[in-house]
């Protein structure tokens, strides 16, 4: 029980973190944010495995679809397409590793970016194609900077907060 109560208010701190954080950051012209939450997913899916990545991130990327304006489950798929890809390496990486961390971030995030693009044309209106050329190109080489340099720091909270709620159950 205490696990899950754990679980529910990591998953709000995110939500909140990841909606209410980019409005507040001093970027304008493009939009450049953390993935909180990508992070989160890529740490379950490489301590948890399989199973445990892909529902995480379906939970999340469905609940970031509720909450934004983008095509109906596109985070959806793409979060739960990389949480089951990176439960494979559960055992196979050495996770404290910030070189494997940041190289796992960033596939994750190319990942994310490709399936959201691949829908995002399939789906697109004649209105605004180059405008969504325009703003891939850029906001992606910034937001994968971005989380880049983060996601060690994150990872290192991440382990934290778990050794601290694995010490309070023994």
Not at 152 to 158: A, D, L, M, T, V
Request: aromatic share 18%; hydrophobic share 55%.
């Amino acid at each position: 029980m205490i696990n899950f109560i754990i679980r529910t208010i990591i998953y709000l701190i995110f939500i909140i973190l990841q909606f209410v954080l980019p409005k507040y950051m001093p970027f304008d012209t493009w939009i450049i944010y953390p993935n909180f939450i990508l992070m989160f997913i890529l740490y379950t899916a490489l301590n948890k495995g399989i199973m445990e990545g892909q529902i995480t991130g379906f939970v999340y990327g469905l609940t970031w679809d509720i909450l934004s304006t983008n095509i109906f489950g596109v985070r959806a798929l793409s979060f739960t397409i990389v949480g089951y890809l990176f439960g494979f390496f559960n055992k196979k990486l050495n996770k404290k590793q910030p070189i494997t961390q940041i190289s796992l971030i960033a596939v994750g995030l190319v990942i994310t970016q490709l399936v959201m693009y691949i829908v995002y044309m399939i789906t697109y209106s004649t209105d605004d194609i180059f405008v969504q050329k325009f703003e891939l190109s850029f906001s992606i080489l910034a937001n994968v900077f971005v989380n880049l340099l983060l996601t060690p720091i994150i990872f290192k909270i991440f382990l934290f907060i778990e050794e601290r709620i694995h010490r309070c159950k023994i």
